[in-house]
């Protein structure tokens, strides 16, 4: 009975040995159950998404601060906002990468650096955030410009509301209600391509001609177009304290595919 007794008890300690010996891994990493991942979603205001839900999107994000007013003029720190859109999961170091671009539509982009925010879950105090980012002086001396914003985190769970820009100008009707821009538009594929200028939003369109709207661009050529506004006569001048009076937005596709556009911004002040 006394030698039963040992056999069962060494049985016993073996396999309690094997459950407690180490198991070896070809990898460092540990593997975390899918059912406790919780998938942050960072967010700015993206024209692409506008454009493919169908509208013609505003380049004078509300979430980017690029120019002072009036008249428009650059300004020393850039300023960008961001959220995060998860009631689910925090979006922690966030990374924002910053880069410009000479004023016009498609033109080649440079970098400005990048940053980290920590963003808490929607509805949660922290779950949006704003860097501060100082005017490269070569951005400043350029005068007109545009800023480029890309959100990266490695499990965003809508990449399709990660990317915005800024391009503006503008002019005060004091000045005269009549206003021609020229816009560099630059094809930046790899092949010709045909772009499409349109306007908007709709109780502005009216004004505006855009000379030629339509452009055929070889592999990585630009061409000028101009944009002309009228401000009817009929339009009032705007309450005193007011900044923007109406915004024109002029949006370029590529190919029927978007690539990016300008706002010309205007303060009814006469």
Known sequence: MEQASTKFSAARSRSLCEKLRPVFRGSCCIRVPE????????ATYD???????????????????????WPIRPIDNLRVSCRNLSATSSANQTRIDLSWSPWGI?????????????????????SEAKILWPLPPVV???????????????????A????????????????G???????????PTAATQT???????????PWVTVVPSVLTLAAGAQQDVMVAINVPAAIPPSPAGTL????????????????GGISILILFDA
Request: proline share 7%.
């Open 244 to 259: 923007i009076s109406a915004a024109v937005d002029v949006l370029a596709t590529i190919g029927g595919a978007y690539l």
């Open 160 to 175: 399709l509301n990660n990317q915005g820009e800024q391009t503006v100008d503008g002019f005060q009707t004091s000045g």
């Open 35 to 42: 059912e406790i991942i919780h998938d942050p979603d960072p």
């Open 47 to 69: 024209q692409q998404l506008n454009f493919l839900a169908g509208t013609i999107p505003t380049f004078n994000s509300p979430d980017i601060d690029t120019v002072d007013v």
């Open 177 to 187: 209600r009549s206003k021609t821009f020229v816009v560099p538009v630059r094809n």
């Open 106 to 126: 498609g033109m080649q982009r440079q970098a400005i650096g990048s940053s980290y925010v920590d963003l808490a879950r929607v509805g949660f105090s922290g």
């Open 140 to 158: 400043k001396a350029a005068g007109r410009y545009g800023i480029f914003v890309k959100l990266f985190h490695p499990y965003d769970t809508n």
């Open 195 to 205: 772009v499409v200028l349109s306007v908007g939003p709709p109780p502005v369109a």
